[in-house]
Every structure is written in C-alpha cells, then in structure tokens.
C-alpha cells in the first residue's frame, strides 16, 4: 500500500542539471529516514542523499557541493537537485522512506553523456 513514485529522470549532457522528484503515499507511519540512494550497472546501491532526524540532510561525498535534497511537506514530495552531472552520475536514482519499515521506490533512470 506504501508508494513511493520517482520521476525527473532522463538523458542528460555532461555538466547539465536533473531535478528529481519523489511523491509518497499510504504512510501512516513515522517516517525516521528519506532519501535517495542510486545504483550503476554492476555496482551496489549507494547513499547520494537522505534527511535524517527531523530535518538534516546529509550528502555522499560524490555528490557534495553540487547537489541539493528539499521536500514538500504539504505536497508529500521529496526532491533531488542534481548539477554539474558527470558520467560517473549514471546510474537508477531511488527514493527512499524509512520508519517502521523500509520502502524503496521503482527507480528513475539518469544517464551523463560525456
């Protein structure tokens, strides 16, 4: 009944921006954790960016200084803004909500040409 719906995703050019989107529904829960984790072809899922607490972001290293993780409240959104996109940012963004349980979205695909 937990769903969460990613979209934003797409083609982009090296050093272009992406604006990914995140809306949930059917929680009923305390959400404890919410973001976005991402994972390349032949790689492990990765932490980008997530909220924890009451409202403390947190960024990967990689991700750092170009990237910035808002959310609407009213709207139960959560965003991804994503500049100065490199090829080694390719890879399926998920949305993540973490409480009571883990829910994990279907994914938006992101891929950097170089």
């Known amino acids: 009944q937990v769903q969460l719906v990613e979209s934003g995703g797409g083609l982009v050019q090296s050093g272009g921006s992406l604006r990914l989107s995140c809306t949930a529904s059917?929680?009923?829960?305390?959400?404890?954790?919410m973001g976005w984790h991402r994972q390349a072809p032949g790689k492990q899922r990765e932490l980008v960016a997530e909220?924890?607490?009451?409202?403390?972001?947190i960024y990967a290293a990689s991700v750092k200084g170009r990237s910035t993780i808002s959310r609407d409240f009213a709207e139960k959104t959560l965003y991804l803004q994503l500049n100065s996109l490199q090829p080694e940012d390719t890879a399926r963004y998920y949305c993540?909500?973490?409480?009571?349980?883990?829910?994990w979205g279907q994914g938006t695909q992101v891929i950097v040409s170089s």
């Open positions: 993540h909500v973490g409480g009571l349980r883990d829910y």
């Open positions: 059917g929680i009923d829960f305390k959400v404890d954790i």
């Open positions: 909220f924890i607490g009451e409202n403390i972001p």
